[in-house]
């Protein structure tokens, strides 16, 4: 249809086929922009008009930005594994859990005794550390035996280990909701700016996320094992070749998904205070569906996938209905596929090529 | 020339005589096996669990059947598939139960619906009926859900057909809030019930499931027959051999003349199809039809049932299905924790189900990457290495 109406256009550029071809011309370049703005717009425009000022939907932005910081760092982990073995890693938002769940013990066992600055770093040390070594541990059982074989079969043996590390949590948490408290007076705001508070829980989710980004940033560009990584992922059999040990970085891809799903943990811990064995699935499934937005297999998508779900979400919940919330994502991440089929910023991944 | 003519001579019919004897020798064992399975049940009590985890398994393998197609055939990974389970099982509870009746009224349709459902309000169709439909709606949905994917690739299809599945089941969750004509569209989490109980031509109502699961049971292993025999003789079809060519190189397929879009929504549509029936016979067994069976895990199950049983394997998957769904609903809730009873090892079994099916599932894997019955293409690819890139580390030139 497309190469019809463009030969059409050429051969007789009537009006009618003029119009459609600038049209669609218009909507490839733009589409997506409109798409992703028209609710903020519009829900800006509506609060000029009530409260005459755009305080509500700022609010909503900062809160949705927070949040979808967590998401964004659960997505990269999702996005480094996909990058470097096309592998939908469903097993990295149970490790996710887990992260929340070493949180959760860690402070609950020593606030008490050395404070609460040092229990946070405390808990977000081990609990980086725990989510690592699992996901490490993954990769070597589940993934690694599997290397030559059909290219969905890892696919199960991560469900697999999903259900596992499910099961852990649920024998952990003794299948309740846990609730961490509040240590860090979550809505106690440091300062405000145009009505917006900029609080403590925000504190937490942009000074852990923005050092982490800078940091792996920093490691994959510069480091010796960060530019073997992306080395495998264009390429693996070249990599080899040019005496890359990939079954090393591909473990050091693990490693780095399981130290931000851990790192998620702790901020999901404090920001949204609550811990259930059950919630790593819908934090995978919405992680995973930004990285996928942003185009898999790409760092800086994952990011911005994160934080236009987390807007999403928060606008949805506090404006409409919460319940409908995972409908409205799914339904701007089909629109955003079509309008864009590789992802906001996908580049060409080996299988998206 | 002769010589030509005398090779092939004596080389003919050695080579068919042996593909003729191994298809005889699979023809016997397949009705061997069928004659096994219909007699089963009859060793069993009327209502022994065995026989209804059976008739579940035997209502999973369709479902596996179907998504075999899509995934298996045509190699467009579909993690949204729990979608056509929704819309097949509301299809039975709209069109077979006594949900859309207002309050007060005493109007009915009853469209050869048995004499159970004389004089009952609410909407009475016929068990055949309502499964024609269901596989009707279902193909149209399957369409619906495959136009997007057209354009993309590899994973990104998973995604969205993932997102297709949780929005029909936040639909499913939330219908108490849709209003259509002043009927709620679905009743969420409370769910539709009870479900009519089907009545067939020729045999009559079908009894409740309290007092006899026999009749399920065949009538579920009859389906099966149905969908096997479609899948057999679409596998071998003008069809399934456009399907197998775009799941082994699109570009190349589509360069032979193969019309992609048609070939590909085909698969989307008949994999919907079967899911459909499958959906509408768990509706009426299940006699519920509740926004919490269509959780994102189900997809998983069925398609782990694919995957480990050999993709694109008919058989395979038949095996599959019937093993995760004995180890799902026989070993980890029956045998397993009375064994563990017999032995005197008190845990609370029920706490471990998630973990030992996990468990299962990587062990079965790493074992068996290729599958547990593999199809004889795969297995050459995978055994030679002459694969299309299909592997995890193997660059693609496309």
Known sequence: MEAASITASRIAPTTASRLWANTREFLDQYGLIILLLAMPVAYGIHDILEDHSLSHLLRNIKEGLSNGAIYAIIALGYTLVYGIIELINFAHGDLFMIGTATSASVLAWLIGPIGLLLACVAALLIAMITCASINAMIERIAYRPLRGAPKLAPL????????????????????????????????????????????????????????????????????????????????????????????????????????????????????QNDVYFFQGFQAGLIAFTAAVMGGIGNLKGAVLGGLIIGCIQVINDDRWNATWTPAVVFIYLILIMVFRPRGLVGEETREAG | MSALTQARASLTPAFMKNERQRRTASRVLAVALIVFVAILPLFFPLTATFVNTSTIALAYIVMALGLNIVVGFAGLLDLGYVAFYALGAY??????????????????????????????????????????????????????????????????????????GEIIRVIAVN?????????????????????DVPSLPGYGTLPIQDFNLRPWYWLALVMVLVVLFCNIRLRDSRLGRAWIAIREDEVAATSMGIPAVKTKLLAYATGAAFGGMSGAFLGAYLRTVNADQFEFSFSILILAMVILGGLGSIWGVV???????????????????????????????SQLGFGVFGFLLVVMMVLRPEGLLPERRRKLEFEEGVGTGETMLEARVT
């Not at chain 1, 990599?239 to 999901?268: H, K, P, Y």
């Not at chain 2, 159970?116 to 269901?134: D, Y």
């Not at chain 2, 859900?145 to 990104?156: A, E």
């Open chain 2, 91 to 164: 299809a039975m509870g709209w069109f077979g139960s006594t949900y859309f009746v207002k309050e007060g009224s005493s109007a009915s349709i009853n469209v050869f619906a048995g004499p159970e459902a004389k004089g009952q309000v609410g909407i009475h169709f016929n068990f055949l009926l309502i499964l024609l439909a269901a596989v009707v709606i279902c193909a149209i949905a399957g369409i619906l859900i495959g136009l997007p994917t057209l354009r993309l690739r590899g994973d990104y299809i998973a995604i969205v057909t993932l997102a297709f």
């Open chain 2, 319 to 349: 095996l599959g299905a019937a093993v995760l769904s004995y180890i799902d609903r026989q070993i980890i809730q029956e045998t397993g924790p009375n064994l563990l009873k017999d032995l005197g090892i008190t845990i609370d079994a």
């Open chain 2, 175 to 195: 219908g108490e809030s849709i209003h259509l004509f002043g009927y709620e569209l679905t009743n969420g989490k409370k769910g539709i019930t009870p479900i």
């Open chain 1, 156 to 271: 199960i043996t991560a469900v697999g280990f999903s259900f596992l590390l499910v099961n852990v949590g649920q024998l952990w948490l003794s299948g309740q909701h846990v609730s961490v408290g509040d240590p860090i007076d979550n809505s106690v705001a440091f300062f405000t700016v145009f009505d917006v508070p900029f609080t403590h829980g925000d504190a937490i989710a942009f000074g852990v996320a923005i050092p982490l980004l800078l940091a792996l940033t920093a490691f994959i560009t510069t480091s010796r094992l960060g530019k073997a990584m992306r080395a495998t992922a264009q390429d693996p059999e070249a990599a080899r070749l040019m005496g890359i040990n990939v079954d090393t970085t591909i473990s050091v891809t693990f490693i780095i998904g399981g130290l931000l799903a851990g790192a998620a943990g702790l901020m999901w811990a404090l920001y």
